[in-house]
């Protein structure tokens, strides 16, 4: 009987170690050096602007078929502080679904829980009155402590004061082989894998960083400027719209990208493409970190975007022939 105790403790204490050993296994791969308690990304995520390649020369001007207009349209770059932790177009209905923290321009209503309706009837920071939302997650300094609304709430590894955008440029182009027709209102879209790190693939991944003075290098990786330059990002939407849907059932399913020569996928038809290029005075040497999931440990590769058109029908027709017609415009 004494034996059969001593055995039956043995393998109680067996397995109890084993666990204990799994759960301390689990933490140190939790907080690594990739998911450090700082917040910051590890040192193989940045690369120096000058080791990047140059990249091949821009596609040919569009051609007698194309559209080689385009249309900004000025809103600012979040001087109104609106961040939060929503994502309407990836989880609608769940306040603080996104897990990291989104910077907006356009519509200064927009939240987990914004409609059709409420979106329409909202104020907005655009000059020329679109109530579109244009929003990715921000970039934070982990080198200080986060002390204002949105920097100290945020959890899930996301920590740091937010650095703030220096300029925003929302810019739509149009198409090299052919016209582009209006999006339709309330249509919905995403550029960019929140989840590249952990990715079985890359083919979603859309993260274009780079530096202000090397307008033709572009990295996948956190750039280190040189002093005097501003950190880049440029994120670039599918603009190959399915003729039906709003909204995709996978978020990416109703609007595609094009081919690599312009060429939409068959049963689709090329709308405006929607570019959004941030700037940030960012002193050499600092390493930022972008918000993420907490398993995508602030991977550059995830940048990511998303943007709902509430633009009226006269204001998307506006943009449309302006881009059709060759001219340069602001809507």
Sequence with gaps: MWNEHRLLTLALCLVLGGGLIAAVLGASRAVGPRAGADGR???????DIRDVPRVAPPAPLPGAEGSAG?????CGRNEEGHYNEDNLVVSPGLPGGAHHTHAYVGNLSTNALSTEASLDAAATSCAGGDRSTYYWPVLRRPDRPGTREHEDAAGHGNVGEIVPETSVLVEFRGNPVSKVVPMPRFLRGMTGDAVAYTARSEADVRARWGCSGSPDRATTRYPRCPAGERVT???VFPSCWNGLDTVGVTHRS???FTAANGVCPKDTFPVPELRVSLAYEIPPGLKVALDSFPEQRHSPKTDHAMFVNAMTDRQMAAVVDCINEGRDCRI
Excluded: E, F, I, Q
């Design 233 to 235: 990002r440029t994120l």
């Design 70 to 74: 385009s249309a900004v349209v000025d």
């Design 41 to 47: 990304p590890a040192a193989s995520d940045y690369v």
């Design 254 to 256: 109703h609007l595609l």
